[in-house]
């Protein structure tokens, strides 16, 4: 997972995720050319989007709220307790202080400013302006971009939806040190038959590789 830049929407990626690329581009463009309410709508999607993922990646599944279907303030819970927000215990307690608050305050000026939000009668006026809506949709990629970053970093994203190309450096670092099986005079990359012969130990070796010492991984190399 690439690094995300929470001030340029572009720049937010999960790699091979259809359905969040569907998300952002759809802030994005409510950015450029929707309504407020649209803005919100989408900001509050996105992070749906995001939490989600993230405890799926970790637990599998996300759990019920207590009410049936977690709410968004429930996501945001479920999905902080599987990451951790900053290595500076103190730190992490004011910024999980900040994001709580901006996830109920972006729920609920969707529900009341949103395009799609409910209760409205047909004459309602939105008042909310193109300046707010565009703090929320910054609030709300900063949120993400923090979230996705320090879940990039954890054992659990590197134990789900395990994809051979995202981990480039650590199968040239397999096939720099294992001998190369022939297969009917074909040489094949050591770590590619080792992804799709067995993954299990493909992932134990990632994960083993991911924390060992840089220069001690040098050393083997020489």
Known sequence: MEQIDPFYAGGLTIRSAAHFDERLRALHDSLATGTSGSVVDEAKALLECVF?????????EVAPGHRGQPTFPELYEQAKACINLSNDGDVAIRIDEACA???????????SNGATS????????NLLGAHEAHFIAREALSIAALF?????????????????EDHSEFN????????WPVIF???MRPSEVLFNTDPTSYQ???????????DELDSELV
Request: negative net charge; glycine residues 6%; charged residues 30%.
């Open 185 to 187: 005079g074909q040489n």
């Open 204 to 214: 134990a070796a990632l994960i083993e590789y991911k924390q060992r010492p840089q």
């Open 172 to 179: 040239e670092y397999v096939d720099d040190t294992e001998d």
């Open 148 to 164: 996705l970053n320090r879940h990039s970093e954890t054992e659990s994203h590197l134990h789900s939806r395990l994809r051979f």
């Open 101 to 111: 608050k901006t996830v109920l305050i972006i729920g609920q000026i969707r529900n």
């Open 118 to 125: 409910h209760g409205q009668d047909a004459y309602a006026e």
């Open 52 to 60: 989600r993922t993230i405890i799926t990646d970790h637990n599998g």
